[in-house]
């Protein structure tokens, strides 16, 4: 009944910029938290970034100062710029929100996954 949708993966040079999209859909209320996580081939999940409601984020030291997260929370939709990517950005990216299962904001938050897009840097 939820969906995160992503969109905006592919391949692009060192260098370049991407722009990926998450949007949040169904049985999902009060949306705390939105983010980005990634994984190369052979390594763990990572925090890339995550935004809070009131537009408060938390970045991985690897992508400060490159990356810019941010979010319309009447489109539950969370956005990820990447510029001058690297080679060392290169993973699948999933969208994460955090949120409750029912209007009326009742137990505890859901974290819900999307189903990953591939950014690829190479020349």
């Known amino acids: 009944q939820v969906q995160l949708v992503e969109s905006g993966g592919g391949l692009v040079q060192p260098g370049g910029s991407l722009r990926l999209s998450c949007a949040a859909s169904?049985?999902?209320?009060?949306?705390?938290?939105m983010g980005w996580y990634r994984q190369a081939p052979g390594k763990q999940r990572d925090l890339v970034a995550e935004?809070?409601?009131?537009?408060?984020?938390n970045y991985a030291d690897s992508v400060k100062g490159r990356f810019t997260l941010s979010r319309d929370n009447a489109k539950n939709t969370v956005y990820l710029q990447m510029n001058s990517l690297k080679p060392e950005d290169t993973a699948v990216y999933y969208c994460?929100?955090?949120?409750?299962?029912?209007?009326?904001?009742?137990?505890?938050?859901?974290?819900?996954w999307g189903q990953g897009t591939q950014v690829t840097v190479s020349s």
């Open positions: 935004i809070t409601r009131d537009g408060m984020s």
């Open positions: 169904g049985s999902i209320f009060g949306i705390a938290t």
């Open positions: 994460n929100a955090e949120g409750y299962g029912n209007r009326w904001h009742v137990g505890g938050l859901n974290h819900y």
